[in-house]
């Protein structure tokens, strides 16, 4: 594979442009995470697009995101719900929670989404405890030092056959480095090794390459009895 970040992200914006087109929310909701100051980290178009097909194809009514920041992946995932459908997303950072509301009530998804404001693991074990209705898609795009948790807590959530969508795993390759200390690449390995040893779950992991570089994500299925 020629390693050619430019070659990438051609090859992203010439899908994005025949297969995705213009739309103002999202672009509206990009430029208002710039000029906030937020980091430059959400999904690209194309990702998101995916994520909404996904969740279309699981047919999912009730939605939880793990990491909001501005609500650019969550506008694709709001708009992926039926009538009644749901979503619910967790975001740590106020500054952060605030442009994402914003973001939604512009495209007309604030309706559907609950923004959660707080410490991921704490919410999630919340909702555990209250036992309410389980979820059918979930989308984990937060700090990988926590991600075996909220795989653990999305499987508590889940519904039989639910899917989760994990975000950022492969780490430009170091997902493979035996010896990184980095809290990131040990959390998305214990993320791998936990998956491996659960028997309630299917998974693979798929690299990528694109306009946000070398990265991948991890496809689960929660299995169904």
């Known amino acids: 594979m020629q390693n050619d970040p ?12 025949l297969l995705i087109g213009p739309d103002p929310d999202l672009e509206a909701a990009t430029e208002a995470a710039d000029a906030a100051g937020l980091p430059p980290i959400a999904v690209a178009a194309n990702q998101g697009k995916l994520l909404h097909l996904l969740a279309r194809i699981r ?12 609500g650019y992946s969550t506008i694709w995932l709001a708009r992926a719900l039926p009538d009644g459908g749901t979503l619910t997303t ?7 929670a605030a442009v994402a509301t914003a973001n939604l009530e512009r495209a007309g998804l604030a309706d559907r989404v609950e923004v959660r404001l707080g410490p991921a ?27 075996p948790h909220y795989v653990e ?7 039989p056959g639910a899917v989760i969508v994990v975000d950022n795993v492969v780490r430009a390759g170091r997902l493979a480095d035996t010896d990184s200390t980095d809290p990131a690449v040990l959390g998305v390995r214990r993320m791998h090794e936990l998956i491996a040893a659960e028997k309630r779950l299917d998974a693979t992991t798929v690299q990528t390459v694109g306009s ?4 991948g994500f991890t496809l689960i299925r929660v299995l169904e009895g």
């Open 90 to 96: 967790l975001e740590i950072d106020p500054a952060h």
């Open 212 to 215: 946000r570089g070398h990265d």
């Open 59 to 70: 047919g999912a009514r009730r939605i939880l995101e793990i990491g909001t920041l501005a």
């Open 153 to 159: 807590a999305a499987l508590a959530l889940a519904s």
């Open 121 to 147: 693991r704490d919410t999630l074990a919340q909702l555990v405890e209250q036992g309410g209705e389980p979820y059918d898609f979930f989308f984990v795009d937060a700090d990988k030092a926590n991600i």
């Open 6 to 17: 430019q070659l990438w992200s051609a090859v992203d914006e010439y899908a994005e442009a």
